[in-house]
């Protein structure tokens, strides 16, 4: 079992920046996948970035260029660097560990919001 503890949501204006931290519960946090998703009101929940176990990045087109997910395994966090936010990236954004298909599990959500 890991628990993910996501961190950093909050208000921010147009064109500011965030950066969302993700703490992992398991020493073994390294050997898994690592992503971040957000879900907005009515919406599917849609992948944004993904950093595998070896450092493979995957962005969503979206955000490319401006998010960049990164890991550091000595402190079993992932992070969500954040800039030139738009109000449509408001949304509540999850973090995610993912080990093969069967172990996958979810951290509780934090709120982001980009308003003027």
């Known amino acids: 079992q890991v628990q993910l503890v996501e961190s950093g949501g909050g208000l921010v204006q147009p064109g500011g920046s965030l950066r969302l931290s993700c703490a992992a519960s398991?020493?073994?946090?390294?050997?898994?996948?690592m992503a971040w998703y957000r879900q907005a009101p009515g919406k599917q929940r849609e992948l944004l970035a993904a950093i595998t176990s070896g450092g493979r990045l995957n962005y969503a087109d979206s955000v490319k260029g401006r998010f960049t997910i990164s890991r550091d395994n000595a402190k079993m966090t992932v992070y969500l660097q954040m800039n030139s936010l738009k109000p449509e990236d408001t949304a509540v954004y999850y973090c995610?560990?993912?080990?093969?298909?069967?172990?996958?599990?979810w951290g509780q959500g934090t709120q982001v919001t980009v308003s003027s």
């Open positions: 995610n560990a993912q080990l093969g298909p069967r172990y996958n599990y």
């Open positions: 398991r020493s073994a946090f390294s050997i898994y996948d």
